[in-house]
């Protein structure tokens, strides 16, 4: 496990298994390459600001974290969804695909341990996270669209 203050460590060391196992997510979910828009990077805390966001939280008895994905209004046409349900059902499934991905990663695993996910929920027009150390990035997908994704995990802590 990752010992106090060193989640930002981490995921800069580790940056390119997330940008990379979120790029098969996408590729094996819709049957559509991808690309990473710039270079993944870390910060002190996720932010989604985008009109339609997905977010689920993962963890275990060691860290808590959070997955979220963003797209705007324009990018969910590009794949035919109109309606939040929609939207949820399909990128929740989504995120889901892609902890399970991140869980078959060695190097998250033996950091993290394994997280379990919990159930993915719809936000409109941004979402205001807690401070915890992050990654995120875009993927433009080769429909024309172009889709943020981010990752934030922090230590339990105890009073």
Same mark, same amino acid.
């Given at each position: 496990?990752?010992?106090?203050?060193?989640?930002?460590?981490?995921?800069? &060391?580790?940056? *390119? %298994? #997330?940008? @990379?196992? $979120?790029?098969?997510?996408?590729?094996?979910?819709?049957?559509? !390459?991808?690309?990473?828009?710039?270079?993944?990077?870390?910060?002190?805390?996720?932010?989604?600001?985008?009109?339609?966001?997905?977010?689920?939280?993962?963890?275990?008895?060691?860290?808590?974290?959070?997955?979220?994905?963003?797209?705007?209004?324009?990018?969910?046409?590009?794949?035919?969804?109109?309606?939040?349900? &929609?939207?949820? *059902? %399909? #990128?929740? @499934?989504? $995120?889901?695909?892609?902890?399970?991905?991140?869980?078959?990663? !060695?190097?998250?695993?033996?950091?993290?341990?394994?997280?379990?996910?919990?159930?993915?929920?719809?936000?409109?027009?941004?979402?205001?996270?807690?401070?915890?150390?992050?990654?995120?990035?875009?993927?433009?997908?080769?429909?024309?669209?172009?889709?943020?994704?981010?990752?934030?995990?922090?230590?339990?802590?105890?009073?």
């Amino acid at each position: 496990m990752v010992s106090d203050n060193n989640e930002a460590l981490f995921l800069s &060391e580790s940056i *390119d %298994v #997330f940008s @990379e196992s $979120l790029k098969q997510s996408v590729e094996c979910m819709f049957g559509m !390459e991808t690309s990473v828009v710039t270079q993944w990077e870390v910060t002190e805390r996720l932010i989604c600001n985008c009109h339609h966001n997905i977010l689920m939280g993962c963890g275990n008895s060691g860290y808590q974290g959070m997955i979220a994905m963003g797209l705007g209004e324009k990018d969910a046409q590009c794949f035919g969804f109109s309606g939040h349900d &929609e939207l949820l *059902d %399909v #990128f929740g @499934e989504l $995120l889901n695909n892609f902890c399970g991905i991140l869980m078959d990663d !060695e190097c998250v695993t033996e950091h993290l341990g394994v997280l379990t996910q919990c159930i993915p929920q719809y936000v409109q027009i941004g979402a205001f996270l807690p401070k915890a150390s992050s990654c995120s990035g875009y993927l433009n997908v080769d429909n024309g669209s172009r889709l943020f994704f981010g990752f934030s995990i922090k230590k339990n802590r105890t009073l």
